[in-house]
């Protein structure tokens, strides 16, 4: 996983802010990087907490996020769905963290982590819905009808895979926006 993010450890190296600007959001101080806005940090580390808590498996804290990304989708076993859906958290997680510290900069408005876990328990069910309805439908021989729900769904897809090429510099395979003739349309893999 490599440092992309526009923290403000990362642009106080390019020279775009000062280190009076460099301080973590949350308010405890320290300055801003990538492992300590997802990890460390005593207000947004608290939401993986919550959302082991949620999941309801425990272990302990990795300090780095390669180390916590393996920990956290291989704690609950080796099943391959189960696996699948750590991920999923875990992804959803960290671009709660990353949408709120966004909107706490530029709009000064922020949740409270129990808001956030209702955010990450809302998204999964709403990709685990968004994987599974279309292939039921498709099988049934039902056409999905586009409308503002769908939308909705394909923005927040799209918001997440923009999240995730930055921060991990990859596109996950499973899900993949494509645009045509009639608008956009979801290919899973």
């Avoid at 999240?163 to 510099?169: D, L, N, Y």
């Amino acid at each position: 996983m490599r440092d992309r993010l526009p923290t403000r450890s990362n642009l106080l190296d390019r020279g775009i802010i000062t280190i009076v600007y460099a301080a973590c959001l949350a308010g405890c101080g320290h300055l801003e990087t990538s492992q300590h806005l997802f990890l460390s940090c005593t207000f947004y580390g608290s939401l993986w907490y919550e959302a082991w808590s949620w999941i309801g498996v425990s272990g302990p804290a990795p300090h780095s996020i390669s180390e916590h990304f393996y920990q956290f989708t291989h704690s609950a076993g080796g099943l391959r769905a189960k696996r699948s859906f750590l991920q999923l958290v875990w992804l959803l997680c960290a671009w709660i963290i990353w949408n709120d510290r966004n909107n706490k900069l530029f709009n000064n408005v922020s949740s409270s982590i129990p808001q956030l876990l209702e955010k990450v328990k809302h998204y999964s069910l709403w990709w685990l819905k968004a994987r599974v309805v279309p292939r039921v439908l498709q099988a049934l021989g039902i056409i999905w009808e586009k409308g503002p729900v769908h939308n909705n769904i394909i923005n927040f897809f799209s918001s997440l895979l923009w999240f995730c090429k930055i921060f991990f510099s990859f596109s996950p395979c499973f899900w993949q926006p494509k645009k045509n003739k009639k608008g956009w349309v979801g290919i899973w893999s």
